[in-house]
């Protein structure tokens, strides 16, 4: 079996956790990273035994099967859609775009050229989450009545100002929910019915020299009529577990990040009581911090590049990253016009 050789552009701290899952994977491997700055380039290679570029024309004709695209959101299409035009699939880290037409246009491409596009939504792939999906999917909640997350983190000022393009509107494209919280909407979305309505505040209470929010809550209506609720912060301190609660007319699940706190339905059998020992574990403690795990991004790379050799889609091909980009275009717009908005 041939190796699937992947690129890196956009070379944060992120990155290197792609650089470990692929690093992971058996039949693939990373051979090119590319960075404006050659000295960064090479020194981001060098690490994973890679070859550094910065000419972009030469990075994308160095062999590559997949390019991982973890530069800013708003400059992702400028890497992504001349992959794709070469017939080279194309990985993106979260959000797929800040701009909702801008992702129409790469799944467009994607189409066009016969490429696998996916976006990263690691959360998805935890054991605990798909044991989740297994339930809801199973119809053990029966009707639902709320799905709601929150997503209360704290970010100190220095993390805003360590980067130019953190908390700007224009390059990260929002605050806490474009950039922190969109994982937990996803996840959110990923788990209930259509979203059909949305109503927003938002507002920025505990952070200087930043042009988006810290804070955010929304409520939501989907299409089977059932509600629910997000809440999106990076100004709580010392920071909380993520906390995800689907209730409905025959049960109720309740998880703080990986670990379960409410299991209940009005059949339960021997499973239900496995599920409950294997998750009901300490908590993960204060989300205070942008470390991020390599298990899940694993756990999503294997999917898509099974889907690769498989030739499916991946399970977050564009369309599904495009979902929660179009409910944070639209909580967004409610919280600057001050009206619901139907999607």
């Given at each position: 079996?041939?190796?699937?050789?992947?690129?890196?552009?956009?070379?944060?701290?992120?990155?290197?956790?792609?650089?470990?899952?692929?690093?992971?994977?058996?039949?693939?491997?990373?051979?090119?990273?590319?960075?404006?700055?050659?000295?960064?380039?090479?020194?981001?290679?060098?690490?994973?035994?890679?070859?550094?570029?910065?000419?972009?024309?030469?990075?994308?004709?160095?062999?590559?099967?997949?390019?991982?695209?973890?530069?800013?959101?708003?400059?992702?299409?400028?890497?992504?859609?001349?992959?794709?035009?070469?017939?080279?699939?194309?990985?993106?880290?979260?959000?797929?775009?800040?701009?909702?037409?801008?992702?129409?246009?790469?799944?467009?491409?994607?189409?066009?050229?016969?490429?696998?596009?996916?976006?990263?939504?690691?959360?998805?792939?935890?054991?605990?989450?798909?044991?989740?999906?297994?339930?809801?999917?199973?119809?053990?909640?029966?009707?639902?009545?709320?799905?709601?997350?929150?997503?209360?983190?704290?970010?100190?000022?220095?993390?805003?100002?360590?980067?130019?393009?953190?908390?700007?509107?224009?390059?990260?494209?929002?605050?806490?929910?474009?950039?922190?919280?969109?994982?937990?909407?996803?996840?959110?979305?990923?788990?209930?019915?259509?979203?059909?309505?949305?109503?927003?505040?938002?507002?920025?209470?505990?952070?200087?020299?930043?042009?988006?929010?810290?804070?955010?809550?929304?409520?939501?209506?989907?299409?089977?009529?059932?509600?629910?609720?997000?809440?999106?912060?990076?100004?709580?301190?010392?920071?909380?577990?993520?906390?995800?609660?689907?209730?409905?007319?025959?049960?109720?699940?309740?998880?703080?990040?990986?670990?379960?706190?409410?299991?209940?339905?009005?059949?339960?059998?021997?499973?239900?009581?496995?599920?409950?020992?294997?998750?009901?574990?300490?908590?993960?403690?204060?989300?205070?911090?942008?470390?991020?795990?390599?298990?899940?991004?694993?756990?999503?790379?294997?999917?898509?590049i099974s889907a690769i050799r498989e030739n499916r889609e991946p399970s977050v091909n564009g369309e599904e990253g495009l979902k929660s980009l179009k409910a944070v275009e639209a909580i967004?717009?409610?919280?600057?016009?001050?009206?619901?908005?139907?999607?």
């Open positions: 079996m041939e190796n699937i050789r992947f690129g890196i552009v956009g070379l944060g701290s992120i990155a290197h956790v792609h650089a470990e899952a692929i690093k992971s994977i058996d039949h693939a491997e990373l051979v090119s990273c590319y960075h404006k700055n050659i000295d960064k380039a090479e020194s981001f290679a060098s690490a994973y035994g890679a070859r550094g570029y910065s000419d972009l024309n030469a990075f994308l004709s160095s062999g590559i099967d997949v390019l991982v695209v973890t530069a800013p959101s708003a400059i992702r299409k400028e890497y992504a859609l001349p992959a794709m035009e070469r017939g080279i699939n194309v990985l993106l880290e979260k959000p797929m775009d800040v701009k909702v037409e801008n992702a129409l246009s790469m799944i467009e491409t994607a189409r066009k050229n016969n490429v696998k596009l996916g976006v990263i939504f690691q959360n998805r792939f935890s054991p605990l989450n798909m044991e989740i999906r297994k339930a809801v999917d199973d119809g053990r909640l029966g009707k639902r009545i709320l799905s709601s997350c929150y997503v209360k983190w704290y970010r100190s000022q220095e993390y805003y100002d360590s980067a130019a393009w953190r908390g700007t509107k224009d390059v990260d494209g929002g605050g806490c929910l474009m950039n922190q919280a969109i994982h937990g909407l996803d996840l959110l979305l990923s788990l209930s019915p259509e979203l059909k309505e949305v109503f927003s505040f938002s507002a920025l209470l505990d952070h200087e020299r930043i042009d988006v929010e810290d804070t955010l809550t929304a409520s939501l209506r989907f299409a089977d009529g059932s509600l629910g609720g997000f809440e999106a912060s990076t100004a709580s301190w010392p920071g909380c577990s993520r906390r995800l609660e689907l209730t409905g007319s025959d049960g109720t699940i309740i998880a703080e990040d990986d670990h379960l706190v409410e299991w209940k339905f009005r059949n339960m059998d021997e499973e239900d009581e496995k599920i409950i020992s294997r998750y009901s574990s300490s908590s993960s403690g204060p989300a205070d911090s942008p470390k991020v795990g390599k298990d899940n991004h694993l756990a999503e790379y294997m999917d898509y967004y717009r409610s919280a600057s016009e001050g009206v619901r908005i139907r999607l």
